[in-house]
């Protein structure tokens, strides 16, 4: 998991980690630390843009619970991701002990073979699929795939797709709010008024029982509540769809560097990469169905 934490793998010389501060030394966070100005290049295992994904990744997992594995120990790539696709379970992870005796010597030998596991009998849903599958079978079998997928993401556009997102998100989006703004306005405008009838009312010159004013103002300050409440829906859907466009930009920069680099980090490092792309593999017997995060024909 160190690669996943120290910047000098991508190249960058760190310091100020330990500051002293009265005799103490205490660890600081990460934006406090000193960067070296320039890539040293000697330093370089990891590509810049993978290393950031890789962090951005591993950072959000703390928030964003179920979006990313939680764990990244393990040899098996898609646990996380790979689910039954008989009964919809999410699979996990079992090793079978294997023994065998080697011919030239007798000397017996075994290992721990890594298998994905169906849970859907253990939480007693009904399943009639296969229940244990290899790591052998499965995961070059959607390695391959994600190749296919990155060869015909290499020929796709994404900078105008990106652009068009950005400006149909900044238009409709900023018309609405804008919308909803003034409504706003214009209850708490009519609130005021209100308010001060009441005065009036409190002095015998309104037209109006305060029991009449106070129904009105509950009236009104409910529907000041729902047009907060719908200002703040749209502005968590903003940030929603702006997400979106930001994982369009990481996916950008990743296509061309995936493949001579992918073979060259760890697997923690591997399983969070391959999380960014796939959202599920559903996994039978006879077929490995590989559920990208983005569809090939929406891009285009």
Not at 178 to 205: A, M, P, Y
Not at 221 to 234: F, K, R, T, W
């Amino acid at each position: 998991m160190s690669l996943l934490k120290n910047p000098i793998y991508k190249g960058y010389y760190v310091s100020g980690k330990r500051p002293s501060t009265r005799g103490e030394r205490k660890r600081a966070t990460a934006e406090n630390w000193i960067y070296s100005n320039e890539i040293i290049q000697e330093f370089v295992i990891i590509d810049e843009a993978i290393w950031n994904n890789a962090e951005e990744i591993r950072e959000s997992r703390k928030k964003d619970i179920g979006k990313y594995p939680k764990s990244t120990k393990g040899p098996l790539l898609l646990v996380g991701l790979a689910k039954c696709g008989c009964c919809g379970a999410t699979m996990a992870s079992r090793y079978a002990l294997k023994k065998w005796t080697r011919k030239k010597d007798g000397q017996e030998l075994q290992y721990l073979q890594p298998k994905y596991i169906c849970q859907g009998r253990s939480s007693k849903t009904i399943c009639t699929g296969q229940r244990t599958f290899t790591q052998n079978k499965v995961d070059p079998i959607v390695l391959e795939e994600v190749t296919t997928y990155l060869d015909s993401l290499s020929r796709i556009d994404l900078s105008s797709k990106i652009s068009q997102m950005q400006g149909k998100l900044v238009y409709s989006t900023k018309k609405d709010l804008e919308e909803i703004r003034e409504s706003i306005l214009k209850v708490e405008k009519e609130i005021d008024v209100l308010n001060n009838e009441i005065i009036k009312c409190l002095t015998g010159v309104s037209n109006f029982t305060s029991e009449q004013l106070s129904k009105i103002i509950a009236k009104r300050e409910s529907e000041i509540e729902a047009l907060h409440e719908s200002e703040n829906n749209m502005n968590r859907e903003l940030s929603s769809n702006l997400r979106e466009v930001n994982s369009f930009v990481e996916l950008q920069n990743m296509v061309p560097s995936w493949k001579c680099e992918f073979e060259k980090v760890p697997t923690d490092v591997r399983k969070m990469l391959l999380s960014k792309l796939i959202d599920s593999v559903y996994i039978t017997n006879d077929t490995i169905d590989v559920r990208f995060k983005f569809n090939l024909f929406d891009l285009q």
